[in-house]
């Protein structure tokens, strides 16, 4: 039996994860990509949309579009991003050509709403960075909430600390507000945070077999990959959080995770909890609205399933 492939719209910052998390998805048949939405995070928006178009001509679409998001949080400045984690270009300092083709003329939240407006229930939006654009989207319609398919986000923390602070992952700390209003909105979301990527580790042999494959996809990844790997080394890591991949995951194959749907709210007042994913695991709140949260995941079945799909390129 044959099923239509997922039409969906990625906003992302890249960034070594997420450049990981796009080809993957571009070399699944599961997916079909309507377009990339960039946004600030790893670095800056305009090096990220630059990074994004790279990444749609390395898959050979250089027909999908590429549509730049905000450049800031909705109610603070950007702090500059996660560079120590990513290299200042957001792909690990290794330099490459310019990109030949250049961001369409609407920016990334006007191209969420109108592609989600063309297309009532059939668009899934897949957040791989801070959720600024999605807050934008639904401020310039609200219509969209119950119109997409659903929203599938990597961010938050429901069971572990944070990355960015005690409590915080990076994503939802970035704009903390864009986030509230996202996990409020009343649409399907699934959330897949770092209660399950940082079950997920690309060893040291994992990578070098990664590399050994010798296509452009991996030779690609083997670059960009070794600032993002030196600085999980310095953290004690030996092989590296594949974040954003496994939001991609979760599309492909629901059955690697284990959920548990509950309300999650985020914390935006308080400088210390800036960014707190709050899981009301025993429905205090009384409120409607469930995110659908991952728990668990299967590693082993995860990785290997990366292997496959970066070793053949469609
Ligand atoms: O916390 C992990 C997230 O922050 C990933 O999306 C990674 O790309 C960074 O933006
Ligand atoms: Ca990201």
């Known amino acids: 039996m044959t099923t239509d492939p997922i039409r969906v719209i990625i906003d992302t910052d890249p960034g070594v994860d997420d450049s990981m998390a796009i080809l993957l998805a571009f070399n699944s048949p599961e997916l079909q990509i309507e377009g990339l939405t960039t946004i600030f995070g790893n ?6 949309t630059q990074n994004a178009l790279r990444l749609v001509e390395l898959a050979g679409r250089p027909d999908v579009p590429v549509a ?28 490459f ?8 003329a609407r920016r990334g939240a006007q191209f969420i709403v109108d592609t989600v407006l063309a297309n009532p229930g059939e668009i899934t939006l897949l957040a791989v960075g801070p959720l600024t654009n999605l807050a934008i989207a639904l401020a310039l319609e609200p219509r969209i909430a119950g119109l997409v398919n659903r929203v599938v986000i990597m961010g938050g923390s429901a069971t572990v600390p944070g990355n960015v602070s005690a409590v915080a992952e990076a994503n939802i700390h970035n704009d903390p507000e864009a986030a509230h209003l996202v996990f409020n909105a009343g649409w399907p979301l699934v959330m897949v945070g770092l209660d399950v990527t940082t079950r997920t580790i690309m060893t040291n042999a994992y990578l070098d077999d990664l590399r050994a494959i010798g296509n452009r996809y991996t030779d690609f990844i083997g670059q ?3 600032h993002y790997h030196a600085f999980h080394q310095q953290q004690g890591l030996e092989g590296i959080y594949v974040h954003d991949s496994s939001a991609v995951m979760y599309l492909l194959d629901p059955s690697l995770f284990t959920t548990r749907d509950v309300y999650v709210d985020v914390e935006y007042l308080s400088p210390h909890l ?3 994913t709050v899981a009301d695991w025993h429905g205090k709140r009384q ?14 079945r995860f990785l290997e399933l990366y292997r496959q799909r970066i070793a053949t390129i469609r």
């Open 287 to 300: 409120v409607q609205t469930r995110a659908t949260v991952c728990v668990a995941v299967d590693s082993p």
């Open 274 to 276: 800036r960014g707190y």
């Open 97 to 104: 050509p310019a990109p030949r083709g250049t961001p369409i």
């Open 43 to 48: 670095t800056g928006t305009a090096v990220t």
């Open 68 to 95: 730049a998001g905000a450049d800031k949080p909705l109610l603070r400045p950007f702090d500059g991003g996660g560079w120590m984690v990513h290299g200042r270009n957001g792909l690990g300092e290794v330099s």
């Open 224 to 226: 960009i990959v070794r």
